[in-house]
């Protein structure tokens, strides 16, 4: 009657509620709901009732009075059936226990369409069912985590119907499966951790699981019994019916694997089918209405026991993020630095999601925690992600397929999910999931040969984990929106704190600019000041020097101050130099170099006698800037080359410039007695000198004039040197 041909590549579109077909180990019949007659009935009827389908078909459906009785004398089908129609529900008649030659059955009955379903199948009374129901949900519900609530759901369905393997078998987002509980005989190969393709219990039969709690295969190697009509090209529908025949395709699994009887019981959460409970049997086994109804009942009070629990739990990992997030703000109010808050306690950003890895880069460091990829591919994804991504957060589970070079490293890290800290695109925390594949951890053994792979044998849980591992293949699990909030929720705390540090040092540089604008008035009235006494002290001093009364001690003392007061004047016009580079205005011109480095270079030659040096000038290309203050500049380092130099045998001087698309950079290189490594920072500080230096005439002012000069035109200064192989002091100005 049904046509439809099966394979690999159509078993979505096979109409499996049609099949025109049911199990044999019951009979059906059909009655039309407008005149009472039986307008379908399965083949296999007449081994039951004793008579020819075709006798019955059409007829009334008083005519099956003879063949089907009850312990009620006055039993009818009709009455029965109408009473149905009033009560619109047969659940407190189904399953009905009725005699047909001498031998019990149960009737279950069902609607479909313009038909009632009367089904009829064997009564065994193998359970008492009660008693166990009200056991098994109390052990059930002692599992306090969901692992524990369906490691004990499956045993006790095990318990119950007895079946050689009892699996819970769980759909995940994409609509693939994976066995997340097992109860089974010993001496049975486990599936449990394997991952099934969607494919695998197609959408239709989905759909029936939602309708059809349980499901009953009672022997995979009886032949099916055809329903017969004469209502040609209506086939019935059998969407409720216990007895519906099973797919070609399912039942060729089902023998692939060794199974002769499978029973599933639906577990559905939030009104989505959430899993099943899969019972294999390596043998026949037929259980009768009453015990599935049962299981049915273990799997409700699973499925609802599943729903709070995993609420439960799913609360559990948003709390914990929110946990996280509290934490690590206060950690980021104590701690000095950010990266150290992040990561250096016993919560970090790791814990802020639930991928295997994280790692943060800030401030041009790169810090990371848990699985990773290497430092050097993180700074390249950093940089591509920087090239392809302006969003504030970005995620991804399959990265390896957009970005060729994470093919080195998917198992660490297939999904990335990236949040940046600051306005600048280098600075990101970057979280990382595994490939799922290599997360799965199973107990077959992958290597073992599978069926044949011809056809209808490729079905078999070890080919289905293996279509499965193909299908993930590159990916990893999905970012779940819990983690992409909280990882929002980060990302705020850490914009607000460094936006705080940001305004605090923005506080700081204005007040830091006042007091040296103060300074600056101070030093300059100061030195301004000074000089008038300072006047005074020289004058009187040397016209005492010419009172010839003064004897040879007085004189020298006179000496002695007018070395000193000369010295002082000296230091207050560097002084005041200092002053002025903060309050002169800068004229930008476009500065000869060549003229401007040979005449100071000859007046500072003159002004050290330093007639034995030898000079060598490169090219020098002109630089946009103050030419009084860039005079200042060279003046100040040449001097100083000069003269800490000039203990040398041969004292050597170089200046020499090099010119890019950004910048001029002039190098001034000495032979000298070179710095200390050690007080790097402090040559440019104010007053400050080296301890080499006693000898030599300075007031430790020169560099700090040469940077802030250079700091006003926005270029950069430092210097190379080693104590006694000689110094080289580099400006940088913009091109
Ligand atoms: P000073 O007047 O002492 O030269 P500067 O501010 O010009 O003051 O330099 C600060 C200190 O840096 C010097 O005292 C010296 O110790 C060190 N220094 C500067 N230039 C050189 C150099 N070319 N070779 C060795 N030491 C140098």
Redesign the pocket.
């Known amino acids: 009657m049904n046509n439809f041909s099966v394979d690999l590549t159509n078993c979505d579109k096979e109409p499996i509620h049609i099949p025109g077909k049911v199990q044999s180990h019951g009979f059906l019949l059909a009655i039309d709901k407008t005149n009472y007659s039986i307008s379908y009935a399965s083949e296999n009827a007449e081994t039951f009732i004793g008579t020819a389908v075709s006798n019955i078909l059409d007829q009334p459906v008083a005519s099956l009075t003879g063949f089907i009785k009850q312990q009620e004398p006055d039993f009818n089908l009709e009455d029965l059936l109408k009473l149905g129609m009033i009560r619109k529900s047969f659940d407190a008649i189904s399953p009905l226990p009725v005699e047909i030659n001498n031998k019990a059955y149960y009737l279950i009955i069902n609607q479909s369409a313009t038909n009632w379903l009367l089904e009829f199948e064997p009564l065994t009374l193998q359970y008492d069912i009660q008693s166990s129901i009200g056991r098994s949900a109390s052990s059930m519900l002692q599992g306090k985590s969901v692992p524990a609530l369906l490691k004990a759901g499956a045993a006790e369905v095990k318990r119950l119907i007895e079946y050689d393997r009892v699996m819970i078998y769980k759909f995940l987002e994409d609509g693939h499966g994976e066995v997340v509980a097992e109860e089974k005989e010993k001496h049975l190969e486990p599936f449990f951790g394997l991952h099934y393709p969607a494919s695998d219990i197609p959408k239709q039969a989905r759909e029936l699981y939602k309708l059809n709690l349980t499901r009953l295969i009672a022997d995979v190697n009886t032949i099916d019994a055809p329903i017969l009509t004469f209502r040609e090209n209506t086939p019935l529908d059998l969407t409720n019916s216990s007895l519906r025949a099973v797919s070609p395709i399912h039942i060729q699994y089902l023998k692939n694997m060794g199974v002769h009887s499978s029973f599933s019981i639906s577990l559905i959460s939030n009104g989505e089918l959430w899993g099943l409970i899969a019972c294999h049997n390596y043998s026949p086994k037929f259980i009768d209405y009453k015990a599935r109804e049962g299981s049915k009942l273990i799997g409700e009070i699973l499925s609802s026991a599943l729903e709070f629990r995993q609420e439960e739990e799913d609360s559990e990992i948003v709390e914990g993020f929110k946990d996280t997030a509290i934490v690590l703000a206060e950690h980021l109010s104590r701690d000095q630095y950010l990266v150290d808050a992040l990561t250096g306690h016993s919560t970090t950003i790791l814990n802020a999601t639930q991928g295997a890895g994280v790692a943060i880069i800030f401030e041009n460091k790169l810090k990371t925690i848990g699985n990773t990829p290497e430092d050097k591919d993180i700074w390249e994804l950093a940089e591509w992600l920087k090239n392809n991504s302006d969003e504030s957060i970005y995620y991804t589970h399959r990265l390896s397929e957009i970005f060729n070079p994470a093919k080195m490293y998917k198992q660490v890290a297939s999904g990335i999910l990236v949040g940046s800290i600051s306005k600048s695109p280098d600075e990101i925390i970057i979280w990382f999931k595994p490939e799922q594949i290599s997360k799965v951890n199973w107990a077959g053994n992958p290597d073992k040969a599978a069926a044949p792979s011809e056809g209808l044998l490729q079905l078999s849980p070890r080919k289905s984990f293996e279509i499965w591992s193909q299908q993930v293949n590159n990916t990893s699990e999905k970012w779940l929106p819990e983690e992409i909030t909280s990882v929002l929720r980060i990302r705020e705390i850490v914009v607000a704190h460094i936006n705080k540090k940001a305004n605090e040092i923005r506080l700081l540089n204005e007040k830091l600019q006042t007091a040296y604008e103060e300074l600056d008035t101070f030093s300059y009235t100061i030195s301004h000041d000074l000089r008038t006494p300072l006047t005074s002290i020289k004058t009187y001093a040397e016209l005492m020097l010419k009172n010839k009364s003064i004897d040879e001690n007085g004189q020298k003392m006179l000496a002695r101050i007018l070395t000193g007061a000369d010295k002082m004047n000296f230091l207050i016009k560097e002084i005041l130099n200092l002053a002025r580079v903060g309050r002169l205005e800068i004229n930008f011109e476009r500065v000869n170099m060549t003229s401007l480095i040979n005449e100071v270079t000859s007046e500072v030659l003159t002004a050290y006698k330093a007639d034995k040096a030898e000079l060598i000038l490169g090219q020098l290309p002109d630089v946009k800037g103050d030419k009084t203050m860039l005079a200042q500049v060279f003046t100040?380092?040449i001097?100083?080359?000069v003269?800490?130099?000039s203990a040398a045998q041969k004292p050597r001087i170089e200046i020499t410039a090099t010119e890019n698309n950004s910048e001029i950079v002039y190098a001034?290189k000495?032979n000298?007695?070179?710095?200390d490594n050690r007080y790097y920072d402090r040559?440019?500080e104010l007053f400050?000198?080296?301890d080499?230096?006693k000898e030599?005439?300075?007031?430790?002012?020169?560099?700090?004039?040469?940077k802030r000069i250079v700091e006003r035109h926005s270029g950069r200064v430092w210097?190379e040197?080693k104590l006694n192989g000689?110094?080289t002091?580099y400006v940088a100005f913009k091109n």
């Open positions: 100040n380092l001097s100083n080359a003269k800490y130099s001034v000495d000298g007695i070179g710095i040559v440019f400050k000198r080296m080499n230096v030599i005439e300075g007031t430790g002012v020169g560099l700090a004039i040469v210097f040197s000689g110094s002091f």
